[in-house]
């Protein structure tokens, strides 16, 4: 899998938050409530949708499916003046990322195994305890082998 080492700028993130599971994974849900109502934000930079995880302490390094974390649907915005009721701000700081171009479909855990089972413990680079996402732009078709997303990683040098 393709992937390089960007140092991300802190973003502007406005969407919504539910507390899920692997185990339990609440994540189809929200993205079915957040997709009708996305237009209502009206200060978005582009139309990348931002799907962000964040993780308690060490969560990968004792994996349980059962602990909880939180999972947002987000898109980038240029400040928060106008928040649509029901809706959450987010400040994504910025920091160093593995960027990894994913192509099939969403719901495929090879990805996610390749990181953290093989790139990872061979980078020299370690998890670092900061918000997970992935961008879904122009070329994300959900569930299709044809999809493609970028899967962004905080990373610290070991």
Same mark, same amino acid.
């Given at each position: 899998?393709?992937?390089?080492?960007?140092?991300?700028?802190?973003?502007?993130?406005?969407?919504?938050?539910?507390?899920?599971?692997?185990?339990?994974?609440?994540?189809?849900?929200? /993205? +079915?409530?957040?997709?009708?109502?996305?237009?209502?934000? +009206?200060?978005?930079? &582009?139309? &990348? =949708?931002?799907?962000?995880?964040?993780?308690?302490? =060490?969560? *990968?390094?004792?994996?349980?499916?059962?602990?909880?974390?939180?999972?947002?649907?987000?898109?980038?915005?240029?400040?928060?003046?106008?928040?649509?009721?029901?809706?959450?701000?987010?400040? =994504?700081?910025?920091? =160093? *990322?593995?960027?990894?171009?994913?192509?099939?479909?969403?719901?495929? !855990?090879?990805?996610?195994?390749?990181?953290?089972?093989?790139?990872? !413990?061979?980078?020299? *680079?370690?998890?670092? &305890?900061?918000?997970?996402?992935?961008?879904?732009?122009?070329?994300? +078709?959900?569930?299709? !082998?044809?999809?493609?997303?970028?899967? /962004?990683?905080?990373?610290? !040098?070991?």
């Amino acid at each position: 899998m393709e992937h390089r080492i960007e140092t991300l700028s802190e973003k502007k993130l406005i969407g919504t938050c539910i507390v899920t599971t692997f185990a339990n994974n609440k994540t189809v849900e929200m /993205w +079915k409530s957040f997709m009708p109502r996305r237009k209502e934000i +009206k200060n978005n930079i &582009d139309t &990348d =949708l931002y799907s962000m995880q964040i993780y308690p302490p =060490l969560f *990968y390094e004792n994996f349980n499916p059962n602990k909880e974390f939180e999972k947002w649907a987000t898109i980038e915005v240029t400040d928060f003046n106008t928040v649509p009721d029901g809706m959450e701000s987010f400040i =994504l700081k910025g920091g =160093l *990322y593995a960027v990894f171009l994913y192509k099939g479909p969403a719901s495929s !855990p090879a990805p996610f195994e390749y990181i953290f089972k093989t790139w990872i !413990p061979n980078s020299g *680079y370690v998890v670092d &305890d900061r918000p997970h996402f992935e961008i879904l732009g122009e070329k994300y +078709k959900n569930n299709s !082998p044809d999809s493609e997303e970028e899967i /962004w990683v905080p990373i610290k !040098p070991v």
